[in-house]
């Protein structure tokens, strides 16, 4: 593997992975002001 192709590889998987992190954050505070607002 050259090193521009693992370069691009590492930012594809930061990417995603930062991707990732900001919808859970997300999709637990939707979940939680949905549970708060059954209460």
């Known amino acids: 593997m050259t090193n521009a ?3 691009l590889l ?6 995603a992975l930062s ?3 900001i919808f859970v954050v997300w999709f637990a ?3 939680r ?3 708060s607002r059954k209460r």
């Open 5 to 7: 192709a693992n370069a």
């Open 29 to 31: 505070d939707k979940m």
């Open 19 to 21: 991707f990732v992190a």
């Open 10 to 15: 590492w930012t594809a998987l930061y990417f």
């Open 33 to 35: 002001s949905n549970i």
